[in-house]
């Protein structure tokens, strides 16, 4: 059984680095005519370092940078060297100064290792098409040397790596200084593996086995748009970016599902997913790869509730750079705008939503890293509710959430055995919303898309504790 070299972060923060900003925190800007692949917006990895206190502010612990290493495009997912940081970001140096400032803030440092392909542009790639004898060749797959061959999605800028090869494997993932090994010494605290679907489940786990050898505390993450049970195993990945998790809450607040579908959803991966694994997945909603939330869902509420489920569920909530703004942006590559630094701009309700949402998270064991448990509602009920628990019921959270345009109240039922009768109940979310437990359920109100998260409210009363049972003496 593995062993994970850290719990799971309060939240992880994505930058896309070309657009977020520049060298000493300044914004970056881009024209309308610009190219949408190809020009740079300015953004570097010092503009990162600089707005650091920014991230720390939301209460996100770690960075998850889109790739770093040189490249022809803005995205820097068509690669040429990956052992360089790209100039355009401020190269190695640039890279050195972040790590060691994110070290110095205790936040991880989560890098996008680009391994299925390289860009066109990429000197094995180039060596393979001069001549059939080029050892290169090797690399690649081909399908008619040296017109035609195997590429990412069909987009011949991107060849696919002939990731059998033991060169390859050696350079990339398994020697003694592959790229894997080499940005993890460097500073680098995890890997987020690109298109892990099409490394495959036994490929992404020797990557994750190699983290663990280096001692990277947020080991490897794969990006799986689809249910991802089998890359989850006991000895698989260290977690996935969870799409299945987004796909779900989407749905749910399109009313495309009822809540008890989602409530299927969310219950199978618990099932069926290595835990550990669940707990340390990444809950997006949004990313550099899907439209902003502020563009699927322009009113704030559906967003809050969005929000709190990824801060509620396990895994670790991702938030995309913006999206604690407001930001707006509909699908590849308009969701790629840069960064608005100027607060005029931004929502002020949803960031101070993420803030909130990310200091009840930190303080919460229970959500971190507590056991998920469904509770049973209604049928036709319009709400989903399920309880995060830990061996300290002082510790339970309740979550409440209403999927509709509609008010509800009702009778929650509650299948803990510690929550007691006349147990207080506060919402962290909003202090002033009370209620009690009696006989195992609690009776509550929700607005429309409203969500709650209820925990025991100072279960002392003088001269009594409801969870005396529970306690041990030091």
């Given at each position: 059984?593995?062993?994970?070299?850290?719990?799971?972060?309060?939240?992880?923060?994505?930058?896309?680095?070309?657009?977020?900003?520049?060298?000493?925190?300044?914004p970056v800007t881009l024209s309308d005519d610009a190219s949408p692949w190809r020009t740079h917006a300015g953004g570097s990895l010092s503009g990162i370092r600089e707005r650091l206190d920014h991230v720390n502010e939301i209460g996100c612990d770690a960075l998850y940078l889109t790739p770093i290493f040189a490249a022809r495009s803005n995205h820097k997912y068509d690669v040429t060297d990956y052992f360089h940081v790209d100039e355009h970001f401020g190269g190695d140096a640039a890279f050195d100064a972040l790590a060691k400032a994110c070290k110095n803030r205790n936040m991880g440092l989560i890098l996008d290792g680009v391994f299925n392909h390289v860009g066109a542009e990429h000197p094995w790639f180039q060596r393979a098409k001069q001549g059939p004898s080029a050892p290169e060749i090797a690399y690649f797959r081909w399908i008619d040397h040296p017109h035609e061959y195997e590429c990412w999605q069909s987009h011949q800028g991107l060849p696919e790596l002939n990731l059998d090869h033991p060169f390859v494997r050696q350079t990339l993932i398994e020697g003694e200084n592959?790229?894997?090994r080499h940005w993890l010494r460097r500073g680098a605290t995890g890997w987020r593996l690109d298109c892990a679907n099409d490394l495959g489940p036994k490929l992404s786990s020797c990557i994750a086995a190699i983290t663990e050898e280096e001692q990277a505390p947020d080991g490897a993450i794969g990006e799986v748009m689809a249910y991802a049970e089998e890359f989850?195993?006991?000895?698989?990945?260290?977690?996935?970016?969870?799409?299945?998790?987004?796909?779900?809450?989407?749905?749910?607040?399109k009313g495309e599902i009822c809540p008890a579908q989602a409530a299927t959803n969310l219950k199978r991966m618990v099932k069926r997913y290595h835990y550990p694994a669940l707990l340390r997945s990444w809950n997006m909603l949004a990313s550099h790869d899907t439209p902003r939330l502020a563009s699927l869902f322009p009113d704030f509420e559906r967003r809050r509730l969005a929000f709190a489920l990824a801060?509620?569920?396990?895994?670790?909530?991702?938030?995309?750079y913006g999206e604690e703004v407001g930001s707006h942006g509909g699908p590849d590559p308009v969701n790629r705008a840069p960064?608005?630094?100027?607060?005029?701009?931004?929502?002020?309700?949803?960031?101070?939503?993420?803030?909130?949402?990310?200091?009840?998270?930190?303080?919460?064991?229970?959500?971190?890293?507590?056991?998920?448990?469904?509770?049973?509602?209604?049928a036709h009920s319009s709400v989903l509710a399920f309880a995060r628990v830990t061996g300290n019921p002082a510790d339970t959270v309740i979550v409440v959430a209403n999927a509709r345009e509609t008010r509800v109240e009702g009778k929650i039922f509650v299948p803990l055995s510690s929550m007691f009768d006349s147990l207080p109940l506060m919402d962290l979310l909003a202090p002033e919303r009370v209620t009690r437990m009696e006989s195992g359920t609690f009776v509550t109100c929700l607005e429309p898309f409203d969500i709650a998260f209820f925990a025991p409210s100072d279960a002392k009363r003088p001269r009594y504790s409801f969870f005396k049972g529970y306690e041990t003496s030091e």
């Open positions: 059984m593995r062993q994970f070299l850290r719990p799971p972060r309060t939240a992880i923060y994505e930058v896309f680095v070309d657009r977020f900003a520049g060298p000493g925190g300044e592959s790229v894997v989850v195993s006991d000895d698989g990945l260290h977690g996935v970016m969870n799409y299945y998790f987004r796909a779900t809450v989407l749905a749910l607040l801060f509620s569920y396990p895994g670790v909530p991702l938030i995309y960064m608005p630094w100027e607060p005029a701009q931004w929502d002020k309700a949803m960031l101070d939503c993420i803030k909130l949402l990310s200091s009840v998270r930190s303080k919460r064991l229970a959500l971190r890293e507590g056991r998920y448990e469904s509770l049973p509602q209604p």
